[in-house]
Each structure stands twice: as C-alpha cells, then as structure tokens.
C-alpha cells in the first residue's frame, strides 16, 4: 500500500546555506536564513506555515524545548512541530512525517528544517551501549565502525578501492561545481589523491569520511492542492517512502554489512512501481564513501558484491546514466552535522527544479534519496530511509 | 585496579551481574532459557522474547568477523599508539567489540579463532580477545 501514490504531496521551495567550518554562527542565525531564503523563492509568507519537522543539533543538544525555541525565534507559530531524531535519516523522515500531518488535517504549510554548528560547539552526549560496552573496549567513533564494515565487506567481496577513488573524485567535481560547498572541500582531487590519503582506522583513509562544518538547509512541504491555490512555479511530490529504524533488532542477519536497505530499498521501489534502472538519479547518503557500494546492492541496482562493479560500469556523473550525489555529496559538500541528510535531499529537489546549473541532470525526471543514522552495536548503521520524488505540474 | 587515565563505566544496575563477572575474570551473557539463545549486550528484555533471562558463563572462544586498526584513540587508550579493535563471534552466537592483542593488522585475518584474553592490571577495563595459536 503506498500512502503517497495519488501525489498529493508536494515540496513547492528548498533552501540551503553556504556550507562552513567552524563559522561561529548559531542553528537560529542559520535557521533564519533557510526561513527568508524559502519565503522570498517562493512568496509564501512566514506567517502561512503552520508546522515545523526539524531534526536535533549537535550545537544544541539538551535543549528539551527544541522545536518551540526554533518557532520562537522565527517567530513560527504552529500547530504541529516535530523533532526527528533518527540521525541523518531525519530530513528525508521529515518530509513523510510533514506529509502524514498534512494528511492528518493537523497542518497545511510545513517547514521542515535541518540545521546544526556542530564544527561550532557540540555538546552531543552519548550514552547506554556505546559508553558501556563499545568505548571501554577502544571504539572512538563511528568511523571505528565503517571501518570494520569496510573490512568485512572487502574480505568477502574483494578490495572496493578503485570505485571508492572514482567517487571521490567524482563526488569532488560535484563540489567544484557547487558554490554552498565547503570551501576547504573546493579543490580537485585525482584518483592517487584518495589512494594516498593517510589511514585514520585502517582500512578506512581519510578522504572516505565526511567532515564536520556548520550549515543548514530545508524544504517547504504542503498539499498539491494548496500549492495550485498559491500559484506554486515548481514543485516536486514524494511518491514513495519507506523507513526502518533499528534494522535486524532480533541479530538474525549474520552478515554485518547488510543493512535496513535490503528491506527498504526493493520496497520503495516497488511501492513507485519502478526498477533499479528506472531511477534517473541517486542521491544517496554518504558520510562515508563505502556506504554507497553497499547500498546500491541493497537497494537492488546489482547483486550482493557487485556494488564497486557497478559503479567503475556506470557514468555517475550529472550527465551519465546515473548521476550520484551531483553536487559533491556530505563527502565533498560537507557533513552540517544532524542537518548533514538535507544535503543530498536538497541537492535531489534542486535537480528535480531543474535549477542545478552547471551540473544540471538532462531529463531529470526522478531521483531517489536516501538517508541513515545511528550505530548499532558491532551490526551496521540503525537507521535507513529511502525517497522517490518526481517534479510535478 | 583502576588506573587514573581510565574513564568512570557509566554502569546500569541491569550490567551489575556482567561487571561483577568481569571482576573475577569470566564473561557472562545473558541467556534465555526458552528461545535458547544468548545475547550481549545486557537488556531489560530478552532479544527473543521470554522472561526472564539467566546469566551463563562464555566459553571465552570464537572467530574473528571484522577489525580494524585504531589510529584516533578511545578515551584511556591514547598513550597505546595504532591498536586493533574488531567484533568476535562467539561459540554462543553473540557478537562481541573487543580490543585484540597479540596480533597485528597484516597478520591477522577474518575468520580466525580467537580467544579470550584478561589483563586486570593494564588499561583495559573489559577482557580483550587474542588469535588462538595453533
């Protein structure tokens, strides 16, 4: 049963700030630009949103009156708020919880904001199994785990090096094309590059991860019906989602590099009634660079193992036959903390606009996004989500 | 025991029973008697549904299913250099993060037999695992 088959739903604005390290502004100073910058793109007042889904902040952790300091500051008032924590699946999640509100009847107008200044000040704390069981036994981070998934994946499928390097550099000329990204990030990187970047949890390397910076980004989600009563220019309607927090809870999955895509993925797309090959574009994810591989076999655009294959097959440039993560991705754009799902969610509406400039997509007649949070103990990330949209008239 | 470069475990009352095992040197995973199956790390409820959970000794022994080698360390661990860490499966079908010994990043190799290793007086406030040798 797909809920948002009849498009029905529709992202009439997106917004997003330059992407910076350590830029010493706050989530309200970055808010505030994604609010002016959705208003004055689409002519919709302030004054006409009634609901706000935002995902939490690093630079703001512990604050439990989230959502209504941001309504606050904007000077939003609302009748239905959200606060998504499901990591970086919460922007994309966002975009369906807005929908089954707006469905609900209980809002109409709904800014779904992502924005944190975690390269600012971060006052994250973490609990439970990752201080108990993982710290004390010398985990440091997430990228202590995408470096053992990366392990695991190599040795039963073979080195993923070669493709890894070809989206790097890939992603990176995305980020040269990209005026939001990172200017740290904004410089041509060559295939040697990635190789010879240094180890940071072997076999992990630097250039596989994302860096931390400051940003923020967001969307304006209504009705269909309501955006022809506004005159909307553009806009683009989600026509299919699925979502699992906490994939494999029961630890039946022995293989721990497969994650909540291999459920979600086929049934997104089955729910747009689409294949793998249909999708004109992907967006995928990526705070680190061996995630993507693993998805697209998930997903179902290859085999198990065939996730490098495909992509040294593939042209995944913006004028290929699969362009990924067109404006550099959170790997060569920036990872804007808990607001780092926004990048590739509004790099895909943007596309979709057809509004991308110089890496504008041809024929950009749908994308699917995804996103993921959270770091299971010693299984894979927690959290996967996945998105079709298709622009609309 | 304790050395003052070791972060404070933030204990629940629910892992007593595991760290009071670690104490005297044996690992101990919950167990549910019904499903028969173990499970790590300590919860409220059982994985697999049945109340409620005994606590059983490990064998101490399983096979190596991923690693890494460390090079930003963990709180307590800054003064070791690069160090591996990797998940053990053990003989009882549960899934263990571990520092690894005795070994190194090109000499190890997934799939290998490891077994538990204890070393109260060093830096580590958990059992580490080391290959076994044949």
Known sequence: MNWLRQRDIAIIGYAETKLTRRSGRSVLELAGEVLRSLTERTGIEAERIDGLATTQAWSEAGNPFYTSSLAEGLGLSLTWSQVTDIGGASPVGNVARAAAAIRAGMCEMVLCLNADAVSTQDFGRQTWYRTEFLEPAGFSGPLVEFAMLTNAYAHRYGSPDAALAKLAVTQRQGALNNELACEVLRRPLSEQDYLDSKFVSRPLRLLDCVMRCDGANGVLVTSTRLARELGAKKMVHPIAYRERVNFDARQTVEDITLS??????????ADAGMRARDVRMFHPYDDFLIVMPMKLEHIGFCGPGEGAHFILE??????GDLPINTGGGQI???QPGLAGGGVNLVEAVRQLFGEAGSRQVPDAR?????????VQYVRNWANSCAMILEPGA | MNTPA???????????????GVAEQRLLLQYDPVARRHQFYPRPVSLYGAMPLEWREASGYGELITFTE???????FEGLGPYLVGVVHLDEGVKFFTRIVNATFDTITIGQRMHINWDPEGIDQLCRFEPVRD
Not at chain 1, 260 to 269: A, D, H, N, T, Y
Not at chain 2, 6 to 20: C, E, H, V, Y
Not at chain 2, 70 to 76: E, I, L, Q, T, Y
């Open chain 1, 260 to 269: 909540g895509f291999s459920e979600v993925g086929p049934k997104v797309l």
């Open chain 1, 314 to 319: 593939h042209d995944i440039g913006p004028t």
């Open chain 1, 332 to 334: 060569s754009a920036g």
């Open chain 1, 366 to 374: 749908n994308a699917l996004v995804t996103g993921m949070g959270g």
């Open chain 2, 6 to 20: 070791r972060p404070a475990i933030r204990m629940t009352g629910l892992s007593k029973p595991f760290w009071d």
């Open chain 2, 70 to 76: 460390c090079r930003s360390p963990a709180k307590g």
